[in-house]
C-alpha cells in the first residue's frame, strides 16, 4: 500500500509489531520525471543487499521468495511516478506499505525483528507546516507547505490588495502627482508603508482563520524596504526572513527555501523545550534515566519525551510493567518505548546528534513527567 500522508499513531503501533523478518528502508528521492530510473535503482539496490542479507541469515526461500515478491510488486507500482523528496518503505512476508514525504529524510536500510521507525517518527513528530508571503511591490501572494504536500499557493478569501498601486490607490507608485502632498522618494517610502500594513492586515485576517494561535512560522520571501516594513509590523507570528526578488520564485524553490531553514527553527524550539522540561526536576516531574522512562512510558506519566533516533539501545522491553533488559539479542528499546508513549497519549519529539544544547539534556532521552513516579 502506498500512503500520500503521514501515519498516526495507530499506523506507528502497527509499523511496531514484530515480524519473522521486516526490511526497512528510507531513500532520498528527486520528484523530477526524469529521476524515475535513478530513484528506482536507489531503492532496488538498498532492498536487494538486504535481501542479500536475509539469505545469509539461513530464512527459508519461501519466506525469501515472499519478501523478493512484495518487493516486486512496489518496483512495479505507480509510486515511482508520483514522488516528492522520500521514500519510506516497509517490507515483511505478509506486509509491505511505502509512505511518500514531502520532507527529507537520510538514505538508509535495515533489516530484523521489527521495523526501524525513528525517521518515520522523526517526520511525524517534526513539525513541517509553515505559511509563505512572497511580497513585492508589483504583487503579494501567500502560500502552505505541509507535512504531506509541497508548498502551494493559497486561495484568499478576502478582497485584498492586489499591489502598492492598489492599496494606495494610486496608477503606479512611481506618478508623482501630489497625492496628500507625497512626492518623490520620501512619499514612495509612505507609500510602501501604507501597502506592508495593507498586506499584513490581509495575511492576519488569511491566516487567521487557519491558525489563530499563530503557532505555525510564516516565511517571508521579500527585499527591503518591503521585507523590514512587514517584519516590523507583524509581532505575532515566528517570521524566518528570506531576503531577494520574491516574485520571480517558483513553487519548488519555496518550498526547497521553507524545508532548508524549518530544520533550524525546529532545533532551536525543541532544545527550548528541553529547557522547559528541566524545569521540572525539583519537582520529581522529569525521568533521564531509560529504566525510570520505561517504567513511566508504560504507567501513561509521560507528557512528552524528547530522544535521539539515531542511536540503538539493544535490549527488551515489557510491555506491562516497563522493565527494561539490555542484549544483544533483543530490539531498539527506544522505538518500543516511543510507541507505548504515543499510545498514552504522550507526544514525542525526535532529534538527532547535536540539536539539543540544554544542560540537563544526556544524549539520549528525557521525559517529561504528568506526575512523580512512585
Known amino acids: 500500500m502506498t500512503r500520500y500522508q503521514l501515519p498516526d499513531t495507530d499506523d506507528l503501533r502497527r509499523l511496531g509489531e514484530p515480524h519473522e523478518t521486516a526490511i526497512t528502508v528510507y531513500v532520498e528521492t528527486l520528484p523530477g520525471p526524469d529521476q524515475r530510473d535513478n530513484n528506482l535503482l536507489t531503492a532496488k539496490s538498498a532492498v536487494d543487499r538486504l535481501l542479500r542479507d536475509v539469505r545469509d541469515r539461513g530464512v527459508s526461500d519461501a519466506v525469501s521468495e515472499r519478501l523478493r515478491g512484495r518487493w516486486q510488486e512496489i518496483a ?21 506499505e511505502v509512505y511518500v514525504l514531502p520532507n527529507a529524510l537520510l538514505n538508509q536500510s535495515q533489516v530484523g525483528a521489527y521495523f526501524d521507525i525513528g525517521q518515520l517518527v522523526r517526520a511525524v513528530t517534526t513539525p513541517q507546516e509553515a505559511y509563505a508571503l512572497t511580497l513585492s511591490a508589483n504583487g503579494w501572494n501567500l502560500w502552505r507547505a505541509t507535512a504531506t504536500s ?23 507608485v512611481r506618478d508623482r502627482d501630489h497625492v496628500r ?84 527553527l525546529n532545533m532551536r524550539r525543541t532544545d527550548a523545550l528541553v529547557e522547559e522540561i528541566g524545569d521540572g526536576v525539583a519537582r520529581g516531574l522529569v525521568a533521564s534515566d531509560l529504566a525510570d522512562i520505561g517504567r513511566a512510558a508504560v504507567a501513561g506519566a509521560i507528557s512528552t519525551l524528547v530522544y535521539d533516533f539515531t542511536i540503538d539501545v539493544i535490549g527488551r522491553f515489557n510491555e506491562s510493567n516497563g522493565r527494561i533488559t539490555y542484549g544483544n539479542t533483543g530490539y531498539d528499546l527506544l522505538s518500543r518505548i516511543v510507541i507505548r508513549v504515543l499510545d498514552k497519549g504522550g507526544e514525542v519529539v525526535a532529534v538527532r546528534p547535536g540539536e539539543v544544547t540544554a544542560g540537563i539534556w544526556n544524549g539520549t532521552a528525557i521525559a517529561a513527567l504528568r506526575y512523580p513516579l512512585s
Open 76 to 96: 512495479e507500482s505507480d509510486v515511482w511516478l508520483r514522488l516528492s523528496r522520500s521514500l519510506a518503505i516497509f517490507i515483511a512476508e505478509d506486509f509491505h
Open 150 to 172: 509541497r508548498a502551494e499557493e493559497m486561495t484568499l478569501l478576502g478582497d485584498h490588495p492586489a499591489d502598492v498601486a492598489d492599496a494606495t490607490n494610486r496608477a503606479t
Open 181 to 264: 502632498r507625497l512626492v518623490g522618494d520620501e512619499g514612495k517610502k509612505v507609500l510602501l508603508e501604507t501597502y506592508a500594513k495593507r498586506v499584513a492586515d490581509a495575511v492576519e485576517a488569511e491566516l487567521g482563520r487557519l491558525d489563530p494561535a499563530g503557532r505555525t512560522p510564516l516565511f517571508l520571501f521579500a527585499s527591503d524596504p518591503l521585507l523590514s516594513l512587514y517584519r516590523g509590523l507583524d509581532s505575532k507570528r515566528d517570521i524566518v526572513t528570506v531576503q531577494g526578488a520574491a516574485e520571480s520564485l517558483r513553487p519548488d524553490e519555496i518550498d526547497d527555501a521553507i524545508r532548508a531553514s524549518l530544520s533550524e
